[in-house]
């Protein structure tokens, strides 16, 4: 069995996915990641530039005066930066960067029609070993267009036949609310995989050094989902 999940966001696979893809690694499983979006959207651009007082240090960031190996970090240098710590964290997660397709779809703005035509393409991808391809991403009951529009693009190709039924990861944000009669499932980390979980924020997006080019870009972001993630490692799920 292979297993694809489709990541809206960098950081997505771990705040909202992590222990789904421990669980098929450790069963022995292919796991392949793909990155939708570029993250030029991610607000947390303006934290480290300065531009607006940072949440996570409570202060105005200067790049000069910190030395930030990349200087004022302009959009080339954000996008670079998330894609980056995305590797990252597939590599100490286990995935290997040749089982990750990074796309640059607009942050914020990515179509239904693209996670499409991006699904059909992993599905006829000859690097992508069956016999049977498993298609998973975040819940079309998610409150983020990009979210939507990836769970929205597999559900269609689930009812149409061209895919198996997927599996939908819930981010923590929306654990309460969603309808019923969803069939949601918790799948709960073991100590194994919550060391690792640890270690993917720990030393990736909560890695602050700029003066190395580790700019916590993640944990900027999102502070709050990755505080949370780590108090409770559980990933949340549905099929409907």
């Known amino acids: 069995m292979t297993h694809v999940f489709y990541v809206p966001h960098a ?4 705040l909202t996915m992590g222990v789904a893809i421990l669980q098929c690694l450790a069963r022995g499983e292919e796991v392949h990641l793909v990155l939708m979006t570029d993250g030029s959207a991610c607000g947390s651009v303006h934290f480290l530039n300065g531009t607006a007082k940072c949440p996570v240090h ?3 960031h200067n790049p000069l005066e910190e030395r930030y190996l990349d200087g004022m970090l302009d959009t080339q240098d954000h996008v670079a930066a998330r894609r980056k710590e995305f590797l990252a964290a597939a590599e100490r997660l286990g995935v ?3 089982n990750c397709r ?3 779809y607009k942050d914020g703005k990515l179509t239904e029609e693209q996670a499409r035509q991006v699904a059909l393409r992993v599905e006829n991808d000859e690097d992508v070993p069956g016999p049977k391809t498993h298609h998973t991403t975040t819940s079309k009951y998610d409150d983020h267009n990009d979210h939507v529009a990836c769970g929205n693009a597999l559900a269609a190709l689930h009812e149409e036949g061209t895919i198996p039924e997927p599996v939908y990861y819930i981010k923590r944000s929306k654990w309460k609310g969603l309808p019923s009669g969803r ?4 799948l709960v980390a073991d100590e194994k995989q919550k060391e690792t979980i640890q270690r993917v924020c720990k030393e990736v997006y909560m890695n602050w050094d700029p003066e190395k080019g580790h700019y916590a870009v993640g944990y900027h972001s999102v502070p709050e989902s990755f505080d949370r993630l780590l108090k409770d490692f559980t990933n949340k799920a549905h099929t409907k």
């Open 58 to 60: 409570e202060k105005y």
């Open 183 to 186: 069939g949601i499932e918790d």
């Open 11 to 14: 950081d997505d696979e771990t």
């Open 102 to 104: 990074v796309y640059g």
């Open 96 to 98: 290997p960067s040749s």
